[in-house]
């Protein structure tokens, strides 16, 4: 169709510009032949219109009538103009919000209509629909709004029939869109290749080799093997080209290929971590890998992705954010001029805008403003927002155009603009593209920064050492509450926990990464930090499950754990233990949550009674049960981060505050490095570089940046006229354009 108009060849008719429209017509009717057909719309003006017909007749190409469709029926109007006016609602200047707030008396009466308020409120903005009529009219009222425009012509409604008849758009499912990761090489024997060559180089013994046989098998019956091998060619590369990356995240700390490919360093034979966690044989989706890297370098990664597999075929993920209940209730009131104390009065007193309606305080509000609630349930659950996926990309083995809708945005801090998808995380993976999250770490920038500082000043690399988990000294630290800084740690409910608690060692460490989420202490710990400090002694449902259970007394605190029992005591299948994972906490299934607590209570080992009593607690503690492969990976790089503090204090306060923008943190970190004994210098325009600099054996240096009012000017200006002897020569030397 020609478009709207907004089109290119309707504004060119608008602009009286004829030779302009019929190139435009020329240009789209060699592309798309007779495919190609001129829209009117019995709301554009008549010159507009007439001009389209003119075009049509000249190229002997066909006139359709069009009427854009933005909302279900004519009664949704009032709805529509107040969604319109909610994103509005931030560009309009004091003038018309002092209007709005002045006429919003009218906004109590029921007997007016929404439309009627909104134009006496708000005449002058900018987007509106009140004078048209885009809903999802039927063929006879769009015959009469063209007759009313004096073309009583049923060959351009009748047109629309052949255009329908020509769209045959259909929208595969899981179609196989996996890039082959070579066209010379079998995927599958190279993946196998890599990962025995790793076995062989680290020395490792046969349980390696048959846990890798095991999830081999399982990889290469579900065709994942080019999966890992992009995965594993994206974090080469950037081992190759110096840009930090995490010990891992998420589940994939679950798998020795991802091990031996080292995606992760986490070793899940060591920590007893599954591989079903991980993936699951039974369900044919593509696994979950994040990837944590440095976050000032993560558009470079990002970047390399697309270089590597084409611009076209990879994108960043679309977001979409829904109208909650109590978002819908404020942003209608918002545009009603509804006082603030009003809508406070009521937002903390209900979830549902069925619990508003059946409260009190609801029904006079409803009373009071008779629109708001109407208008409510008609917007909530649509589309509130857009945006991007914060670490989601998808790769794709065909230009992305072909697979799903996609646009295009600007890349922040940075010229140019990428591909983006329309689709949202769970569509684009719906129709078969595979996802990756490439997401930035600040922690990964500091422990990498801090290393290569340690190597450039002793010529020593503590990237081994760093992570040996053995130093008694690291948990004597946490103990002490030395946690400035320190990965996760810093947080306030993470001291208390370790206060309530204590590290001993490194499984402590996992175990205090589970507790610290919300909600956890209230189910199993408590009963942890009791028998860890002897207050209760451990107990355990059956001799049975004591060493599943033994490392946290008893105690359900991780997933893995709930898997585990599942398949030793009612012979669960490692996918359905996975299932079971999924749905006991959340119930999403009532036949199936039925079905498995029937298997798990009837089992062979242990009485009825025993069986529900853990199946209670299962239940209990589903919701705040943590991954085990996670918290593994993340108590590394809290260890880590413990580690470099107290044996390289300055260095690490330092890459702290040059990866830091923040005030307040920076405040922190400066006072912890006076606490530490590391001597702060002061900024000299001789000595200090942009950021924040270590003069070895003295101290750490301010840098120019952390000047107020000395801009990027300035500092390029001082470090290329320096050094300067004296504040005259500095005063001289330094143009004043850039130096003020």
């Known amino acids: 169709l020609s478009g709207c108009m907004g089109s290119a060849i309707s504004k060119a008719i608008m602009a009286d510009n004829t030779a302009r429209a019929e190139q435009l017509a020329e240009r789209f009717i060699k592309i798309f032949g007779d495919d190609f057909y001129f829209e009117t719309q019995a709301w554009n003006p008549k010159k507009l219109n007439d001009g389209l017909i003119s075009l049509a007749s000249s190229f002997d190409k066909k006139v359709v009538a069009t009427a854009d469709c933005h909302f279900p029926t004519y009664q949704d109007r009032g709805a529509e103009e107040v969604l319109l006016l909610v994103s509005q609602y931030p560009s309009f200047n004091a003038p018309e919000l002092r209007r709005a707030r002045d006429n919003n008396h009218i906004c109590q009466d029921g007997s007016v209509d929404i439309i009627d308020k909104m134009n006496l409120m708000y005449p002058d903005r900018h987007l509106r629909f009140d004078e048209i009529n885009p809903y999802i009219a039927p063929a006879s009222d769009v015959m009469e709004w063209f007759k009313k425009a004096g073309y009583d012509r049923t060959d351009i409604l009748e047109n629309t029939m052949e255009v329908a008849d020509k769209c045959s758009a259909k929208m595969p499912k899981k179609a196989n869109l996996l890039p082959r990761y070579s066209r010379f090489t079998d995927s599958a024997e190279y993946l196998k290749e890599i990962a025995y060559f790793a076995i062989k180089q680290r020395g490792l013994g046969q349980e390696y080799t048959d846990r890798l046989d095991e999830e081999i098998s399982i990889i290469n019956q579900l065709g994942f093997a080019d999966y890992f091998l992009i995965v594993w060619d994206l974090v080469h590369w950037a081992d190759a080209n110096n840009i930090g990356r995490g010990t891992g995240r998420g589940s994939v700390g679950g798998s020795v290929l991802a091990y031996l490919l080292d995606i992760s360093k986490v070793d899940p034979i060591k920590y007893g971590l599954l591989f079903s966690r991980f993936i699951n044989p039974e369900r044919n989706d593509y696994p979950d890998i994040d990837l944590d890297f440095e976050d000032k370098r993560r558009h470079e990664v990002r970047n390399y992705l697309r270089e590597r597999w084409g611009n076209d075929n990879v994108a960043a993920i679309a977001t979409y954010g829904e109208f909650k209940p109590k978002s819908v209730i404020k942003d209608v009131s918002r545009v009603y001029q509804v006082p603030f104390e009003e809508i406070n009065s009521i937002t903390p007193f209900f979830e549902t805008l069925q619990e508003l309606e059946s409260s009190p305080r609801g029904k006079s509000f409803m ?374």
Not at 577 to 583: E, G, M, N, P, Q
Not at 601 to 627: G, H, P, R
Not at 686 to 698: A, R, W
């Open 367 to 740: 009373t009071k403003y008779p629109d708001i609630m109407k208008i409510s349930k008609k917007l909530e659950g649509r589309i509130r927002n857009t945006g991007v996926h914060a670490a989601g990309m998808v790769v794709s083995s065909i230009p992305l155009t072909q697979v799903c809708p996609v646009e295009t945005r600007k890349e922040t801090n940075q010229d140019g603009r990428f591909l983006v998808t329309a689709f949202d995380m769970e569509d684009a993976e719906s129709v078969g593209l595979i996802k990756i999250d490439i997401l930035g770490l600040k922690t990964v920038s500091v422990i990498k920064d801090c290393i290569a500082k340690i190597k450039e000043l002793y010529g020593v690399d503590v990237s081994e050492i760093s992570l040996n988990l053995d130093d008694p000294k690291v948990y004597e630290n946490f103990n002490n509450g030395n946690t400035v800084g320190v990965f996760q740690a810093d947080a306030a409910a993470y001291r208390n926990l370790i206060d309530r608690m204590g590290i001993d060692n490194f499984n402590d460490l996992v175990v205090s990464n589970a507790l610290v989420r919300p909600g956890a202490l209230l189910s199993q710990g408590q009963d942890y930090i009791n028998r860890k400090k002897g207050i209760e002694s451990p107990a355990y449902a059956h001799e049975l499950v004591k060493d599943i259970l033994e490392e946290t007394y008893g105690t359900v605190i991780f997933q893995e754990q709930l898997m585990q029992m599942a398949v030793l005591l009612a012979d669960f299948s490692w996918s359905d233990a996975d299932k079971l994972r999924k749905i006991i906490g959340k119930k999403r299934d009532a036949n199936e949550f039925q079905q498995f607590k029937e298997k798990f209570v009837n089992n062979k080992y242990l009485t009825k009674k025993q069986s529900e009593k853990i199946w209670a607690d299962f239940e209990l503690s589903a919701l705040y049960m943590f991954n085990k492969s996670h918290a593994v990976a993340y108590s590394m790089l809290s260890y880590q981060t413990m580690w470099l503090k107290i044996n390289y204090p300055a260095e690490f306060v330092w890459s702290l505050l040059y990866n830091e923008e923040a005030t307040d943190k920076i405040t922190a970190y400066l006072m912890e490095a006076q606490r530490l004994g590391v001597k702060i210098l002061p900024p000299d325009v001789n000595l200090s570089d942009e950021y924040f600099t270590i003069d070895k054996g003295i101290g750490i240096r301010f840098g120019l940046k952390n000047v107020a009012a000395c801009g990027a000017s300035a500092i390029k200006e001082i470090m290329n006229k320096r050094p300067f002897s004296s504040f005259d020569e500095f005063n001289n030397r330094c143009t004043k354009t850039a130096v003020k």
